[in-house]
Protein backbone atom coordinates (compact mmCIF):
# COMPACT_ATOMS: atom_id res chain seq x y z
CA UNK A 1 0.00 0.00 0.00
CA UNK A 2 1.22 3.38 -0.73
CA UNK A 3 0.57 5.82 1.74
CA UNK A 4 2.85 8.14 4.37
CA UNK A 5 3.64 6.73 7.85
CA UNK A 6 4.33 9.18 10.76
CA UNK A 7 5.84 7.28 13.54
CA UNK A 8 5.47 7.91 16.44
CA UNK A 9 1.59 8.53 16.84
CA UNK A 10 2.31 10.17 20.60
CA UNK A 11 5.59 11.39 21.77
CA UNK A 12 6.43 12.70 25.54
CA UNK A 13 10.09 14.79 26.06
CA UNK A 14 11.20 16.60 29.00
CA UNK A 15 12.25 20.51 28.64
CA UNK A 16 15.57 21.85 26.79
CA UNK A 17 15.34 17.84 24.94
CA UNK A 18 15.74 17.89 21.41
CA UNK A 19 13.25 15.20 19.66
CA UNK A 20 12.92 13.71 16.11
CA UNK A 21 9.88 13.10 14.72
CA UNK A 22 9.72 10.53 11.41
CA UNK A 23 7.80 11.06 8.19
CA UNK A 24 8.21 8.19 5.41
CA UNK A 25 6.62 8.19 2.36
CA UNK A 26 6.74 5.48 -0.60
CA UNK A 27 4.20 7.73 -2.83
CA UNK A 28 7.78 8.65 -5.19
CA UNK A 29 6.39 12.34 -4.86
CA UNK A 30 8.81 15.01 -5.06
CA UNK A 31 7.66 17.47 -2.34
CA UNK A 32 7.14 16.87 1.42
CA UNK A 33 5.96 19.33 4.28
CA UNK A 34 5.78 19.70 7.68
CA UNK A 35 2.77 21.08 9.38
CA UNK A 36 2.03 22.56 12.89
CA UNK A 37 -1.63 22.06 14.17
CA UNK A 38 -2.99 23.40 17.48
CA UNK A 39 -6.28 23.27 18.76
CA UNK A 40 -8.78 25.73 17.41
CA UNK A 41 -6.57 27.04 14.49
CA UNK A 42 -5.57 26.28 10.69
CA UNK A 43 -2.66 24.08 9.90
CA UNK A 44 0.74 26.14 9.84
CA UNK A 45 3.78 25.36 7.20
CA UNK A 46 6.56 25.01 9.51
CA UNK A 47 9.81 23.29 6.28
CA UNK A 48 9.05 21.88 2.92
CA UNK A 49 11.05 20.65 0.71
CA UNK A 50 10.40 20.49 -3.19
CA UNK A 51 13.53 18.17 -3.94
CA UNK A 52 16.41 16.04 -2.26
CA UNK A 53 18.98 17.63 -0.22
CA UNK A 54 16.96 21.25 -0.37
CA UNK A 55 14.30 22.53 1.36
CA UNK A 56 12.92 26.06 2.75
CA UNK A 57 11.27 27.79 6.12
CA UNK A 58 7.66 28.15 5.89
CA UNK A 59 5.70 30.68 8.24
CA UNK A 60 7.01 29.34 11.78
CA UNK A 61 10.38 27.57 11.08
CA UNK A 62 12.30 29.11 14.11
CA UNK A 63 12.88 26.04 17.02
CA UNK A 64 12.68 23.60 13.87
CA UNK A 65 15.25 21.76 11.77
CA UNK A 66 14.68 19.52 9.12
CA UNK A 67 16.95 17.27 6.72
CA UNK A 68 15.76 15.93 2.67
CA UNK A 69 18.54 13.52 2.27
CA UNK A 70 16.20 10.76 0.59
CA UNK A 71 13.25 11.41 -1.69
CA UNK A 72 11.20 9.48 0.94
CA UNK A 73 11.96 11.27 3.90
CA UNK A 74 12.13 14.27 6.07
CA UNK A 75 12.44 13.97 9.47
CA UNK A 76 11.49 16.98 11.53
CA UNK A 77 13.80 18.07 14.81
CA UNK A 78 12.01 20.01 17.55
CA UNK A 79 14.72 21.71 19.16
CA UNK A 80 14.48 22.87 23.23
CA UNK A 81 14.50 26.31 21.35
CA UNK A 82 11.13 25.94 20.17
CA UNK A 83 9.08 27.54 23.26
CA UNK A 84 5.90 25.83 22.81
CA UNK A 85 6.33 22.89 21.37
CA UNK A 86 3.47 20.90 22.53
CA UNK A 87 1.08 20.36 19.20
CA UNK A 88 -0.19 17.61 16.64
CA UNK A 89 2.44 17.68 14.09
CA UNK A 90 1.55 16.65 10.52
CA UNK A 91 3.71 15.71 7.84
CA UNK A 92 2.56 16.02 3.42
CA UNK A 93 3.51 15.08 0.10
CA UNK A 94 2.84 15.91 -2.85
CA UNK A 95 3.67 14.98 -6.82
CA UNK A 96 4.47 17.77 -8.00
CA UNK A 97 6.81 20.95 -6.52
CA UNK A 98 4.82 23.92 -5.89
CA UNK A 99 1.73 24.17 -3.37
CA UNK A 100 -1.00 24.07 -6.12
CA UNK A 101 -0.82 20.40 -6.34
CA UNK A 102 -3.08 18.22 -3.72
CA UNK A 103 -1.06 17.19 -0.86
CA UNK A 104 -1.10 14.06 1.14
CA UNK A 105 -1.12 13.91 4.74
CA UNK A 106 0.26 11.15 6.84
CA UNK A 107 -1.35 10.23 10.70
CA UNK A 108 0.55 12.91 12.67
CA UNK A 109 2.54 12.55 15.98
CA UNK A 110 1.11 14.09 18.86
CA UNK A 111 4.21 15.74 20.86
CA UNK A 112 3.60 16.67 24.51
CA UNK A 113 6.62 18.36 26.26
CA UNK A 114 5.90 17.78 30.19
CA UNK B 1 -0.91 39.39 3.50
CA UNK B 2 -2.67 36.16 2.70
CA UNK B 3 -5.78 35.18 4.82
CA UNK B 4 -8.61 32.79 5.25
CA UNK B 5 -11.48 32.14 7.29
CA UNK B 6 -14.01 30.00 7.91
CA UNK B 7 -17.53 29.74 8.87
CA UNK B 8 -19.14 29.42 11.23
CA UNK B 9 -17.00 27.92 13.20
CA UNK B 10 -19.20 25.01 14.35
CA UNK B 11 -22.45 23.56 12.98
CA UNK B 12 -24.72 21.16 14.12
CA UNK B 13 -27.24 19.31 11.87
CA UNK B 14 -30.03 16.59 11.43
CA UNK B 15 -29.25 14.16 9.30
CA UNK B 16 -30.04 14.85 5.83
CA UNK B 17 -30.87 18.40 6.75
CA UNK B 18 -28.67 19.67 4.11
CA UNK B 19 -26.03 23.39 4.43
CA UNK B 20 -22.99 25.20 3.26
CA UNK B 21 -19.85 26.26 4.58
CA UNK B 22 -17.94 28.94 4.07
CA UNK B 23 -14.43 29.82 3.29
CA UNK B 24 -13.35 33.94 2.75
CA UNK B 25 -10.02 34.88 0.98
CA UNK B 26 -7.54 37.43 0.72
CA UNK B 27 -4.88 36.64 -1.60
CA UNK B 28 -2.66 37.93 -4.48
CA UNK B 29 -3.36 36.13 -7.19
CA UNK B 30 -5.32 32.73 -6.60
CA UNK B 31 -3.44 29.57 -7.85
CA UNK B 32 -5.39 27.15 -6.32
CA UNK B 33 -8.61 26.69 -3.08
CA UNK B 34 -8.39 23.11 -1.56
CA UNK B 35 -10.67 21.53 0.98
CA UNK B 36 -9.66 18.89 3.38
CA UNK B 37 -11.89 16.79 5.45
CA UNK B 38 -9.87 15.77 8.88
CA UNK B 39 -11.59 13.37 11.64
CA UNK B 40 -10.43 13.55 15.37
CA UNK B 41 -6.51 12.51 15.52
CA UNK B 42 -5.81 12.48 11.67
CA UNK B 43 -4.20 14.14 9.10
CA UNK B 44 -6.53 15.80 6.37
CA UNK B 45 -8.05 13.90 3.83
CA UNK B 46 -8.21 15.73 0.38
CA UNK B 47 -11.52 16.59 -1.13
CA UNK B 48 -11.29 19.07 -4.04
CA UNK B 49 -9.06 21.52 -5.93
CA UNK B 50 -10.59 24.39 -7.61
CA UNK B 51 -8.43 27.06 -10.11
CA UNK B 52 -10.96 29.79 -10.77
CA UNK B 53 -13.94 31.74 -10.44
CA UNK B 54 -17.30 29.60 -11.59
CA UNK B 55 -15.09 25.99 -11.19
CA UNK B 56 -17.73 23.86 -9.26
CA UNK B 57 -16.84 19.95 -8.21
CA UNK B 58 -19.32 17.23 -6.55
CA UNK B 59 -18.44 13.84 -4.56
CA UNK B 60 -21.11 12.11 -3.25
CA UNK B 61 -22.65 14.54 -0.97
CA UNK B 62 -20.14 17.27 -1.56
CA UNK B 63 -20.17 20.03 -3.63
CA UNK B 64 -17.36 22.71 -3.63
CA UNK B 65 -17.85 26.27 -5.36
CA UNK B 66 -15.64 29.12 -6.31
CA UNK B 67 -15.97 32.56 -6.43
CA UNK B 68 -13.20 35.51 -6.45
CA UNK B 69 -13.42 36.12 -2.87
CA UNK B 70 -15.04 32.95 -1.53
CA UNK B 71 -15.85 29.14 -2.01
CA UNK B 72 -18.79 27.07 -0.62
CA UNK B 73 -19.06 23.14 0.45
CA UNK B 74 -22.74 22.19 -0.11
CA UNK B 75 -23.25 19.39 2.09
CA UNK B 76 -26.69 18.08 0.64
CA UNK B 77 -28.68 15.39 3.28
CA UNK B 78 -25.35 14.80 5.58
CA UNK B 79 -25.07 11.65 7.01
CA UNK B 80 -23.48 10.78 10.98
CA UNK B 81 -20.27 9.81 9.04
CA UNK B 82 -19.90 13.24 7.82
CA UNK B 83 -18.95 14.40 10.87
CA UNK B 84 -15.69 16.09 10.54
CA UNK B 85 -13.81 19.16 10.55
CA UNK B 86 -13.56 20.81 7.32
CA UNK B 87 -10.56 22.54 6.48
CA UNK B 88 -9.79 25.30 3.59
CA UNK B 89 -6.77 26.29 2.11
CA UNK B 90 -5.32 28.59 -0.39
CA UNK B 91 -2.32 29.23 -2.60
CA UNK B 92 -1.19 32.85 -3.49
CA UNK B 93 1.82 34.16 -2.59
CA UNK B 94 1.41 31.79 0.34
CA UNK B 95 -0.34 29.06 1.33
CA UNK B 96 -2.52 29.59 3.81
CA UNK B 97 -4.56 27.08 5.85
CA UNK B 98 -8.10 28.24 7.48
CA UNK B 99 -9.09 27.06 10.80
CA UNK B 100 -11.90 25.35 10.08
CA UNK B 101 -15.41 24.06 10.69
CA UNK B 102 -16.32 21.59 12.73
CA UNK B 103 -19.23 19.79 11.27
CA UNK B 104 -21.70 17.25 13.35
CA UNK B 105 -24.55 15.63 11.88
CA UNK B 106 -27.01 13.95 14.68
CA UNK B 107 -28.94 10.73 13.69
Known amino acids: DGGITQSPKYLFRKEGQNVTLSCEQN?????MYWYRQDPGQGLRLIYYSQIVNDFQKGDIAEGYSVSREKKESFPLTVTSAQKNPTAFYLC?????????????FGPGTRLTVL | EDQVTQSPEALRLQEGESSSLNCSYT??????LFWYRQDPGKGPEFLFTLYSAGEEKEKERLKATLTKKESFLHITAPKPEDSATYLC????????FGPGTRLSVLP
Open chain 2, 89 to 96: AVQGQNFV
Open chain 1, 92 to 104: ASSMGRGFHNEQF
Open chain 1, 27 to 31: LNHDA
Open chain 2, 27 to 32: VSGLRG
